[in-house]
């Protein structure tokens, strides 16, 4: 039996992220707004000498997670925004689940989009994020409108 | 050069300025506030600091304001002007960082072009004459002719 390590990720549901898409937690960021963005994407984050965009679901919340959107060489990283920090866990390959088991909350949830797949955590079927799809333009309107 | 806006640091090319005016130099065309440039009324609009409202130039603005008249070179090549824009602030500006914006970010007919850090280490975002008016054509209502403003194109 195989393990594998995740992130554990709380917004207003639990998310998870496969260790490479994670790169730096930042606590004390320099974050500059913009004005005339998207509605949760409003901030850019100075991070390693480069400007890197936001992602905030919910209200002010200055833990910020660095993550590696792969196959975006447009925008190869993107920070979201998270009111505690994430947790580290190692799942077994029984605990993937083969397909999101949807709630009639969770149908609902834009983050689904962006599941790469999903896991069991703690007996609740949680999306593992691709960070390159939350950069999908029907995904940021889906977050806005949920 | 530097454009002061409230909170908001604007970086535009300094030829791209053809006129700086007062407040007192505000005339006034049924509801459209001018200033006049080689003969032409060129109407005078100003945003706020988060670019979510443009309206016309307030014509009763205190002193500290400026009116700004950009221009452009149209294709044939001699510098047009078409608007100009009330702002709190100018100042000439010496060697900018610049950085981009990721464009997802973006709402479409944003001006800003990319972001610059100033020599005071001041974050601030570079825009041009051509990105401002696309935004400002995106944004205002054109309910009457009783200005030049906005053109077609």
Redesign the interface.
Known sequence: MTTTTLWRVELDRPLALLEPSVVELVTDGKELRVPYCQTVLQSLLWWRGQWIPILRTTGHSPTLLVMRALNRPDCPYIALAMAKAPQRCTVTDQAFAPALALDAADAQSPWHHCALSAVDIESRIVPIIDPALCLDEAFLEGLVTA | MGLRLGA?YLALPGDQISQINLPNDLQRHLNMPYITLAGRRIPVLQVD????QVRAADPHATAGHYIISLAYADASGPLVTRFALQVDAVQKLAELHH?????????PN???LG?FTDQAQQ?G?VTDVQALER?FNHLIETPCDDHDYPLAG
């Open positions: 908001l600091d988060q670019l979510s950085y981009p914006i990721p464009t997802l970010m973006q709402r944003s001006p800003l972001l974050q975002f935004f």
